[in-house]
């Protein structure tokens, strides 16, 4: 309902520009948006208008809430919206913040929740509503952006895949058919990890993916965008699936841009 009102909002934020300051959060925090083309980089910054209208921000634990803080959770969230057709998080009402690994009273590890850690949380996805960080962990993982770890886009992998109703592995494909590919690729490497971390080996994906489903397409999202050209060697099918899903290609984007590196 109202739906052209939200629209017509909407276009308008889209169409005022991001301050100078909120760009040079972006770039000193988000490196893949600074690798971005200049459709790709505006159509960003629109979502991040966006998220920033619509979505609160909380700080816990003591925290208060900066721009940079706000501004850099918005991007990171908002690249894995590029291309698509999105309602932005419709989910996601309240961003929570504490300053570091925070401990959760129990009483809220209960119903619907996906919570990462055991004592020392980084970040939980609640399916309803709520998404909550630990700041010291968003810097980090924005100070190292190809190591494959980024609660932020863990985290709102989490609530894409939700969107379906179930935070299962298995986000919203559009055609059924891109169904049996998905259960097809991803399943095999699910379980080609979990096999592999039962006999003691290692494996380039982390090793928190074979918990589940829903934790392993978070876990290969990470990688996706923050070490994709190793995700599209070792992992080829696994790539394409996410290719396929995110209509981002970051190993062409990170090659051509290692590429023009003197
Ligand atoms: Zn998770």
């Known amino acids: 309902m109202f739906s052209f009102l939200k629209d017509r909002r909407r276009a308008a934020l889209r169409a005022e520009p991001l301050t ?15 690798r971005l083309d200049d459709a790709d980089r505006k159509e960003l910054e629109g979502l991040v208008k966006i998220f920033l209208a619509e979505k609160s921000f909380e700080g816990c634990g003591g925290l208060e809430i900066t721009e940079e803080i706000q501004v850099t959770i918005a991007a990171l969230a908002c690249v894995l919206l590029l291309h698509r057709e999105t309602d932005i998080y419709p989910g996601v009402d309240a961003i929570l913040v504490y300053p570091s690994a925070y401990r959760a009273p129990s009483a809220r590890a209960e119903g619907g929740v996906v919570i990462e850690g055991e004592q020392a949380r980084l970040g939980e996805s609640w399916t309803r509503g709520v998404v909550v960080l630990a700041w010291d962990h968003v810097k980090s993982g924005a100070a190292q952006p190809a190591d494959g770890q980024n609660v932020v886009l863990h985290e709102f992998a989490h609530q894409l895949d939700g969107e379906d109703g179930a935070m299962d592995g298995a986000p919203d494909l559009g055609a059924r058919a891109r169904y049996t590919s998905w259960a097809h690729v991803l399943g095999a490497e699910f379980s080609e990890l979990s096999a592999k971390l039962h006999a ?30 190793a995700l599209k060697r070792r992992h080829p099918e696994l790539y394409e699936e996410l290719a396929t899903f995110y209509k981002q290609d970051p190993a062409e984007r990170s090659s051509s841009l290692a590429a023009r590196r003197p």
């Open 200 to 229: 003691g080996r290692g494996s380039d994906i982390d090793s928190y993916g074979a918990t589940s489903p829903a934790e392993f397409f978070a876990v290969v999202t990470e990688m996706f965008f923050e070490k994709p050209r």
């Open 20 to 34: 100078p300051d909120e760009r040079a959060t972006i770039d000193k925090n988000v490196p893949y948006a600074s």
